[in-house]
């Protein structure tokens, strides 16, 4: 914290303001953007990034990289028509620490079924889970649901945990290319998915899959469970519709700081048309008053052209892959959608 102070008050003294919606964004007259994570920066400009890099050296010792190419284990490869980013060297870096580097690769993330085992392990559950959590919240979304699910448990690991584990590795040894393709583009469209799956877990607690896109690339992407135990599947996707909001809204609110508002509102999609009907319905119903402000605001913010909520079927709706273990071909089918290969030239 004190050394995040002392570099913001440096840079506004150099002019730069740090974005309400985000503070370790730092942005100059529209044309300089630093963002900072700790002691790791990056830059660019609309006019001279060395001129950025002079500015911070004069200030700071500096050792700098080049290009962004590699930042707290992402690998980025950049080209006119777009960045693609991945994390091969840390799936195989992982896999080497756990010995599993000749495992034989799966294409599905763990078991479908609850897991019920309680034959305890010691086995490091906690440090693998801490690993796979900065895959799942950086580059692969498409092991977010399996690494949320482990997290649970990491408080008593049992062998069926522990295997569940080994699994998600293994898939991670047949799939260690894919990334995240961010195209690049004129025009900025934002659509979300929600969805939700009731009391999937042994406590009984649902869990909300939230999913952004911005020009249909992943920018916000959770398996969360719900702190509050649903009764009714409507219960569990209104609360997955209201979180999801709220991180719409976060994002809008980011891309306005940073001078790209945008017009018109951003559709949420839903699988869930009972759901669908209480927020369109004014007044409260009996079986959903306890859920009403999360109801009302989600109706202000559809009353203000923020946001519009539209049904889809159930088998078009990405955010599934992050409320449940899905078959190997749903999976891969859903996964096609938010991660993919490297296929940019140059």
């Excluded at 919606?21 to 007259?29: M, T």
């Excluded at 409507?234 to 001078?259: M, P, Q």
């Excluded at 946001?307 to 859903?334: G, R, V």
Aim: hydrophobic share 35%; proline share 4%; with cysteine.
């Amino acid at each position: 914290m004190e050394w995040y102070n002392t570099l913001s008050e440096f840079l506004k003294d150099k002019g730069f303001t740090s974005l309400a919606s985000e503070p370790c964004i730092f942005v100059r007259n529209n044309e300089d953007y630093i963002s900072c994570f700790v002691d790791d920066i990056c830059y660019f400009s609309t006019k001279d990034c060395h001129a950025i890099e002079k500015m911070l050296s004069k200030q700071y010792k500096l050792k700098v990289l080049g290009p962004l190419s590699f930042l707290l284990g992402i690998k980025v490869h950049q080209t006119e028509k777009g960045t693609f980013i991945s994390q091969p060297q840390y799936i195989k870096e992982l896999l080497e620490t756990y010995e599993m580097s000749d495992c034989k690769p799966s294409y599905i993330t763990g078991q479908v079924n609850p897991l019920t085992d309680e034959n305890a392990t010691e086995k490091p559950l906690r440090s693998v889970v801490g690993s796979l959590l900065h895959l799942a919240l950086a580059t692969r979304p498409d092991i977010a649901f399996a690494v949320t699910r482990l997290g649970r448990r990491v408080s008593k690991p049992t062998k069926s945990t522990w295997q569940m584990a080994i699994h998600v590795l293994r898939y991670l040894k047949g799939t260690s290319q894919l990334g995240i393709y961010i195209k690049r583009a004129t025009e900025l469209k934002l659509e979300a998915y929600a969805d939700a799956d009731l009391g999937g877990s042994t406590e009984h607690k649902s869990t909300s899959g939230i999913l952004v896109l911005l020009n249909k690339t992943p920018v916000i992407f959770k398996a969360k469970t719900q702190r509050l135990t649903a009764e009714s599947s409507t219960e569990s996707e209104l609360i997955a519709l209201a979180a999801t909001r709220k991180e719409v809204n976060w994002i809008r609110n980011v891309l306005a700081e940073l001078n790209f508002p945008l017009h018109g509102p951003t559709t949420i999609f839903q699988d869930c048309q009972p759901a669908i009907a209480v927020i369109k319905r004014n007044g409260t119903h009996q079986r959903t008053k306890h859920l009403s402000r999360k109801i009302m605001r989600t109706r202000e913010e559809v009353a203000h052209n923020r946001i519009t909520i539209e049904y889809l079927p159930t088998d078009k709706q990405i955010a599934d892959i992050f409320t449940k273990c899905l078959p190997q071909k749903q999976h891969l089918t859903l996964a096609k959608s938010i991660v993919t290969a490297d296929k940019i030239e140059g």
